[in-house]
């Protein structure tokens, strides 16, 4: 079987191109560092990168929802424990007036302590958080508490506070509303009151005879609000902590997944292209002698 000078020109100038181009295929993996610099070098790992990076960007936008939410959390944590100190002292102060052993100015002094912690409680509830809201803020409300010019306190804040997105179909609600946090609390006579008023009922109570074991009755029922408000803030930290873990994991398997789809292996790609330099360069030098043969090579 005869084959044609032509069709052996042609193989070994395929082989070399092909070899030529495997070289510098592994090169620019090497350069680069990826294995992939465009879809149709592997198009189902560049199809399972695309999606990979579409779930690695949903997942840096929950993470930094997640840590948004703790921080609120962890804000919200903190100025109720600031709320707890001013009620146990307002129920310290309620126990003290009840003794039926003050003077006028004693109970005045007690009163105007009051005053001071009703005021305090006030603006610890129009907190606001990182962004500039209201930390007890409710859905569209611009204060939390309205604060009158008397000093009187009462709820504006309702509803809830918007959910906040923390993974694929879950949110998280990371604040409560004024109302929530400090109102819808039972007092004695069976009626509902917030934490504002019952204050202020005291302050009146101690300030003009009234039944102040009544009253202090009532501040007890107030402060156990706030402490379950804390205690459903606990729990909620606690899921957030849990998420936040989750979402770490889900980031460390994402990019080594995605360095196995992507990123070059230096090492192997180093070795594969000397053997297949070493393979051109051979290549090479069997086409150089080949096209130095003619036909006085041969007669000679």
Do not use: C, H
Not at 75 to 90: E, N
Not at 236 to 254: F, H, K, P, V, W
């Amino acid at each position: 079987m005869r084959i044609a000078t032509s069709t052996i020109y042609t193989n070994a100038t395929n082989a070399m191109s092909s070899l030529q181009a495997q070289a510098d295929k592994l090169s620019t993996q090497i350069s680069t560092g990826s294995k992939i610099s465009k879809a149709s070098d592997d198009p189902l790992a560049s199809a399972r990168l695309a999606l990979l990076s579409q779930n690695t960007a949903d997942n840096t936008v929950w993470t930094a929802n997640i840590s948004l939410a703790q921080s609120l959390v962890a804000q919200s944590d903190s100025t109720l424990d600031s709320v707890q100190t001013q009620m146990t002292r307002a129920q310290e102060l309620a126990v003290e007036a009840n003794t039926g052993t003050l003077t006028d100015a004693n109970k005045q002094s007690i009163a105007t302590e009051l005053q001071g912690i009703l005021a305090s409680l006030g603006s610890l509830a129009n907190t606001k958080d990182a962004r500039g809201q209201p930390l007890f803020g409710g859905s569209g409300s611009d204060n939390a508490v309205n604060v009158a010019t008397d000093g009187t306190v009462s709820i504006a804040a309702t509803g809830n506070p918007s959910s906040i997105p923390i993974g694929d179909g879950s949110t998280i609600q990371a604040t409560d509303s004024a109302q929530q946090v400090f109102g819808g609390i039972t007092t004695t006579t069976g009626t509902t009151s917030d934490v504002f008023s019952i204050v202020s009922k005291l302050i009146t109570a101690v300030q003009t005879g009234g039944d102040i074991g009544t009253a202090g009755t009532d501040l007890t029922a107030a402060a156990n609000q706030v402490t379950n408000a804390r205690a459903s803030l606990g729990a909620r930290g606690s899921r957030l902590d849990m998420e936040a873990t989750a979402m770490t994991a889900t980031a460390t398997s994402n990019e080594a997944l995605r360095s196995s789809l992507q990123d070059t292996d230096v090492t192997t790609a180093v070795s594969d292209l000397q053997k297949t330099m070493t393979i051109l360069s051979a290549t090479q030098a069997s086409f150089t002698k080949l096209t130095s043969l003619s036909l006085f090579t041969y007669l000679s």
